[in-house]
């Protein structure tokens, strides 16, 4: 398969919605989540890395 044939089956897949870790926080640490009636919570660490827990 050449480099072209991956560009063009690549390009085919929709993009991913993408959103920024701050944005979903407020701009603090924390915020929760809510997933089939489940509530995570996501969590930026000090060394901006990212925690999802139940």
Same mark, same amino acid.
């Not at 959103?19 to 930026?44: E, F, H, K, W």
């Given at each position: 398969?050449?480099?072209?044939?991956?560009?063009?089956?690549? @390009?085919?897949?929709?993009?991913? /919605?993408? #959103?920024?870790?701050?944005?979903?926080?407020?701009?603090? /640490?924390?915020?929760?989540?809510?997933?089939?009636?489940?509530? #995570? @919570?996501?969590?930026?660490?000090?060394?901006?890395?990212?925690?999802?827990?139940?």
């Amino acid at each position: 398969m050449t480099n072209m044939a991956k560009i063009i089956e690549t @390009s085919a897949v929709p993009a991913l /919605p993408t #959103y920024d870790a701050t944005d979903l926080t407020g701009g603090g /640490p924390l915020a929760n989540i809510v997933l089939n009636g489940m509530v #995570y @919570s996501l969590r930026i660490t000090r060394a901006g890395k990212l925690i999802l827990t139940k």
